[in-house]
């Protein structure tokens, strides 16, 4: 206990001492914030020193290996950081799906020649990846993914398209899984491979959403020449690997969108939910008003605090070693759900001015809550429906018959 108090002290010490005053409660989740790359570009100065600082401190990805660019901590350790971070309303120095999808699978299934290739580059936000999974005919089956490997000597020739990349266009790399063998179960070969997105043969297309934006894409595969070391795993296992990442992004999902949102957690520990409902209602004698619209708040705030403590735990258990199971698809109907539930209710707060678009008369918060609430529909499709993490929970969690 003695060495965690000294840790403490000494995390809060270089805190102070080195990170920018001028980050103090920038909002950042696994969505917003600095996601680094080739095509990155800062909005502010102290958020690339940020960056560079905790990087070289190890701190980007605290509880990986020191020789792959992390920070060598214990996961009591990596907690102490946070809660410190935490309290000097600190922003991530750098997300993306570098640290929360790809660098912990190559920790588990990457050799040691790919794990020296990108882990480093990923702590220090030198490169973006993104995720070629689901495809225009396979995505909630997706182990019928059709996109087609072909080995020629060193490399695999790959043909084929992918959809709903988020972020694709911004992307410097992507992970993804390929048919190398169509002879056997349709869940048998199905490689798990890295590709360059600048290789001769890729490209991206976006796609809008009726929110008026997206970060999805289609990502196409013309003769793309990628090299047989850049497996992950074994060729023709990729299967496997696919299910471990699976565990990390539905809990990533379900964080993201279910404990908090952008907005709740830039306004303070109050958050942004019975703020915009006092706003609307009035209060009286420090409560809200409206008996009615108290109760639902309330009974939302408790269940979003709840979840969020549950996610807390996950997270903790993470930083020891334990790889998400199955207990993740749980998290993801739950977050995304209750995600859905928080636009729900604001949009009902804001009434009449939940059906602006655009143009005069209407307030920026509220045209963004709108667009908010229209973009949360996709909650739960995004990173596997609704209905198939039910079936994954019946059977693998349940033990349901099939």
């Known amino acids: 206990m003695s060495d965690l108090e000294a840790f403490r002290r000494e995390t809060r010490a270089w805190l102070e001492a080195n990170a920018p005053k001028s980050l103090a409660g920038i909002p950042s989740n696994d969505i917003e914030g600095v996601w680094g790359g080739k095509k990155w570009v800062f909005d502010h100065p102290d958020k690339k020193l940020w960056l560079e600082r905790m990087a070289e401190k190890g701190w980007t990805a605290p509880t990986w290996p020191v020789e792959y660019g992390g920070g060598g901590l214990s996961s009591a350790e990596a907690k102490i950081l946070a809660q410190e971070m935490k309290a000097l309303r600190l922003p991530a120095p750098l997300i993306g799906f570098g640290l929360t999808m790809i660098g912990p699978t190559l920790l588990r299934f990457g050799n040691e020649a790919q794990k020296q290739e990108h882990l480093p580059k990923i702590c220090r936000g030198e490169i973006r990846w993104c995720q070629g999974y689901s495809e225009p005919g396979s995505g909630s089956d997706l182990a019928s993914l059709q996109t087609k490997a072909v080995r020629d000597g060193d490399h695999f020739v790959i043909n084929g398209t992918k959809v709903w990349t988020s972020y694709a266009d911004e992307a410097d790399w992507i992970f993804a899984l390929v048919r190398n063998d169509a002879s056997g179960k349709k869940q048998e070969g199905i490689t798990f491979i890295l590709i360059d997105m600048d290789d001769p043969g890729v490209s991206v297309s976006p796609i809008l959403l009726i929110s008026g934006k997206s970060p999805f894409c289609e990502t196409h595969f013309k003769d793309v020449r990628v090299p047989v070391t850049n497996v992950v795993h ?105 995600n859905q539930r928080r636009y729900e209710l604001m949009v009902r707060i804001l009434g009449p001015d939940a059906l602006g678009w655009e143009g005069p008369g209407f307030d920026e918060t509220d045209l963004e809550t709108t667009r908010d609430w229209l973009r949360s529909r996709g909650n739960t499709i995004e990173g596997g429906t609704s209905e198939v993490q039910l079936n994954i929970i019946a059977k693998h969690v349940l033990g349901l018959p099939a």
């Open 234 to 338: 074994e060729i023709g296992a990729g299967w496997t690997v696919a299910k471990a990442l699976l565990g990390h992004e539905r809990t990533m999902i379900a964080d993201t969108f279910g404990v908090a949102s952008t907005k709740a957690r830039a306004r303070g520990a109050r958050g942004f939910l019975p703020e915009l409902a006092a706003s609307r209602t009035g209060e009286q004698d420090g409560r809200l008003a409206d008996a009615v619209l108290r109760d639902q708040v309330a009974a939302f705030e408790m269940e979003s605090r709840a979840f969020a403590l549950t996610v807390q735990r996950t997270k903790d258990a993470a930083r020891a070693g334990h790889q998400p199971g199955s207990e993740s698809s749980m998290f993801k109907i739950y977050g995304t759900e209750l």
